[in-house]
């Protein structure tokens, strides 16, 4: 069983930056693909990022290529989503997840297990 805990939401501006942090214990965190998923209000949650276990392929949905980055630290059982020029449109709850698989997994129901989420408030 894998619990995890993210962190790092807030209220930011349009155009500025957040990390997200996603801090796992109970498992192996090297044996688990990671991903970022995000859910707005009235909304279905949807794939943002992914990271291989070993963190040598990421994948993107389109709308956070190029703004937002996904990194993984096995060591610290830790991952990360760098999001800048953050835009009104990103305003979600973001979650974390681990599943199994590779990294071009992007369905919700890919990942087995979920953390709690974190608010990211984009105003404009």
């Known amino acids: 069983q894998v619990q995890m805990v993210e962190s790092g939401g807030g209220l930011v501006q349009a155009g500025d930056s957040l990390r997200l942090s996603c801090a796992a214990s109970g498992g192996t965190f090297s044996s688990y693909v990671m991903g970022w998923f995000r859910q707005a209000p009235g909304q279905a949650r949807e794939f943002v990022s992914t990271?291989?276990?070993?963190?040598?392929?990421?994948n993107y949905a389109d709308s956070v290529k190029g703004r937002f980055t996904i990194s993984r630290d096995n060591a610290k059982n830790t991952v990360y989503l760098q999001m800048n020029s953050l835009k009104p449109e990103d305003t979600a709850v973001y979650y974390c997840?681990?599943?199994?698989?590779?990294?071009?997994?992007?369905?919700?129901?890919?990942?087995?297990?979920w953390g709690q989420g974190t608010q990211v408030t984009v105003s404009s």
């Open positions: 990271i291989s276990r070993s963190g040598s392929t990421t």
């Open positions: 997840a681990a599943g199994s698989g590779t990294a071009y997994r992007t369905k919700v129901v890919d990942y087995r297990y």
